[in-house]
DNA sequence: ATCATACGATAGAAAACACCTATCGATATG
DNA sequence: CATATCGATAGGTGTTTTCTATCGTATGAT
């Protein structure tokens, strides 16, 4: 039963027969033999297909939600009680927004110091696909931002205030500035993140809110690209301030790091978890962290 | 899988090999595999057994509160699957303390105008039975008191507030009052439930305060027994105020209810459902018709 | 229109599994 | 010490699961 839930789960990650049997271990007579099953036990056709798949019905949509719930639950039994026996072990598999990835080491580190047989699976992804992947139970949890889109039903404990930053040379214009407003902003040029990500539309809506058409040099889905032409002192680029000085971009004599005001925006980021209770050993033990870590962020 | 966690829930109430497999309609050998499956799945034993039955490994205790869940959640899907298609059917399984049973009626009378294809199976048991039942999920649903014991996980649905009224005829000691004092009460030998029963602990609690040792002439699991022996007059009772109403107790020409005061105690009784989200179809209506009749019974 | 391809359903055989009956061994019970 | 009770074990049987191979149909390209 719970089986043929996990072949159900595949299918709406995969959206395809043949796949979502190879990520389930079986071949694709099988998950279709176990999807028909689960119809024929509920008397419902749960997936609409016409030689091939579709969508699925409002039933199956139905059951694919408690689906998650089952399965995610059996998983985190079979958890707690293989923690009950050999205390924390197994992988903890999380997924973060790039402008976000500077901040996982806040929690891995002390996560590491306190359960050291727990090992990482880390992952840059959009906010979207994060909450995706924590409804598919593809990862574990996940840092995000937090009061931007809806959640879901996840568990979210906020880390910290994500305030943007110019960074700039100091002898390009407005380097010499101690503030600059957004409108001023928008006339440079600049490195940003691709439109996929959420750190791009709030910048790009900050921006398009002064009423000007900012002019975007580059863009890409990776912050070590953006950092190392950053770095140069030759592009300009908008940042979280955290990260920025993560980075260390806020330290050379080439670079200013501009607060930006008009308005002074800033949006949280923070740890989500499937709102699961009790949570897996393994997110419970992250979850703790982040609360622990979170005062020592947060201002 | 599931199946074999419901091995585990019909082992923990049985207590006992045989009766479990009876319970699930399969024979002891396979029972007995089915659980050993189980506990070589999670490499741990759970069930502590020296030729007989003898108690649950802490291990087993957290994989039994997970199947009380995964099983439950199973159950729900199920349910909600099938009123999709078929809209409300099924059985509510109702479970009351003695001095509720007259008050299911007015939740079972609008909840069967509304949903007619649903059938009733509604028992009566002591309060600390209703919530292991609740645990095993072998009633969807409790009428019981919520301020005194604690209850556990369940959502908890407040109705009416029990207030205690002396039962006695007319011509008889204190039969004259308009009010009497429970010291007054514990000199007058009485017709309670028996002492397994909340209701029971509560009078006789009330009556020991007042320094005196009550004197229970008769004592009996049934309320009809009381009944019958109240209404002729010759033996007195203590009883919640809406019961003796309900039964037509305080209109016969020979009886009296009295309230009781010094202290006006009273407790509150509400419906009690599995803390499940979402719950069950049929329960979740339940619930839903609780709330609705809730305004119209407390005061 | 025709062909090629991709997808999911179906058929048939082999393997695995679950369940049963019968019985054993151990432990309470009188 | 005899007996009954309980759960584990053994062995056989029927079902279920899963595989490989193939089919039918829709889709897309030529």
């Not at 973060?96 to 500077?102: F, H, R, S, V």
């Not at 600059?180 to 398009?208: F, G, H, S, Y």
């Not at 889905?221 to 950053?230: A, D, R």
């Amino acid at each position: 039963m719970i089986d043929k839930l996990e072949f159900l789960l595949a299918l709406a990650r995969e959206k395809h027969f043949g796949r979502a049997a190879e990520a389930c271990g079986v071949t694709q007579p099988t998950l279709s033999a176990g999807i028909k099953q689960l119809e024929e036990s509920f008397g419902v056709l749960l997936v609409n297909r016409g030689s091939r798949f579709q969508d699925f019905t409002p039933e199956g949509e139905r059951v694919l939600d408690w689906a998650r719930r089952i399965v995610g639950d059996a998983r985190a039994m079979r958890q707690e009680v293989h923690a009950l026996k050999h205390g924390l072990v197994g992988r903890l598999r999380i997924a973060a927004i790039p402008t976000a990835l500077a901040m996982v080491e806040t929690l891995t580190t002390p996560y590491r110091a306190r359960h050291p047989d727990v090992q990482f699976t880390i992952l840059s992804r959009t906010s979207l696909e994060i909450l995706t992947h924590l409804e598919n139970l593809e990862i574990d949890a996940g840092l995000t931002y937090l009061d931007n889109e809806p959640l879901g039903r996840v568990t979210a404990v906020p880390l910290y205030r994500e305030r943007y930053r110019l960074l700039v040379a100091a002898d390009a214009p407005l380097g010499d500035r101690d503030a600059v407003t957004w409108a001023e902003v928008a006339k440079v040029p600049l490195c940003l993140l691709t439109p996929d990500m959420q750190n791009r539309r709030i910048i790009e809506q900050l921006l398009r809110d002064t009423g000007a058409d900012p002019h975007i040099t580059l863009e890409s889905n990776s912050m070590i690209l953006l950092y190392s032409h950053v770095r140069t002192g030759r592009w300009a680029s908008v940042m979280p301030q955290r990260l920025a000085a993560t980075l260390g971009l806020t330290d050379t004599n080439m670079l200013r790091a501009i607060p930006i005001v008009e308005p002074e925006a800033s949006h949280t980021i923070g740890l989500v978890a499937p709102a699961r209770e009790p949570m897996t050993p393994l997110t419970a033990a992250l979850v703790a962290e982040a609360r622990r870590v979170a005062p020592t962020l947060m201002d």
